[in-house]
């Protein structure tokens, strides 16, 4: 389920057979994220800790194609926060662990965006779309280790 209708945040939710310490597991891990992006530095998941993360450039809104991410509330097997910074941008998202019966859900809140904001509204659309796959290669990850 994806709620995009607050154009200043996007909100994804998915469910996983899996309890909450495996879904953790692979959500913290640097294998999941480098899986969607050219390159991202080896940082741990950490309060105060930052990846610089390597994506495709976007010049017609002036992305480069980098982005640091700085964790700003880390609580194992309940949530990540973290800032996500580009010149031009600065996102907070939110991966909120929560159990349900035979399972877990993530929710994936992205905020902070301003629709004004031709950047914004690209990393909007980007993030909005480009939410989908990372949670597909979740769950593929979590399929192959249990």
């Known amino acids: 389920m994806t709620s995009s209708g607050d154009p200043t945040s996007i909100t994804h ?16 891990s640097r294998e999941l994220t480098a899986s969607q992006v050219k390159e991202v530095s080896d940082a741990p998941v950490e ?10 450039p976007q010049p017609a809104v002036g992305f480069d194609g980098v982005v640091r991410t700085t ?30 019966p035979g399972g877990t859900r993530l929710r994936v809140t992205y905020s902070r965006f301003d629709p004004s904001i031709p950047l914004h509204r690209q990393w909007r659309t980007m993030l909005f779309s480009g939410a989908g ?3 597909n290669s979740l769950r593929e990850m979590l399929d192959k280790r249990h």
């Not at 939710?13 to 913290?28: C, T």
């Not at 309060?47 to 994506?55: A, F, L, N």
């Not at 880390?74 to 949530?79: F, K, L, R």
């Open 13 to 28: 939710s998915e469910y996983y057979p899996y309890p909450v310490d495996k879904v953790w597991d692979v959500l913290v």
């Open 47 to 56: 309060v105060g800790s930052t990846r610089v993360i390597v994506t495709h």
């Open 71 to 100: 964790y700003t509330s880390v609580e194992p097997y309940e949530h990540i926060e973290q800032v996500l910074t580009a010149p031009g941008i600065e996102v907070t998202s939110r991966w909120n662990l929560l159990p349900e």
């Open 133 to 135: 796959p990372i949670l």
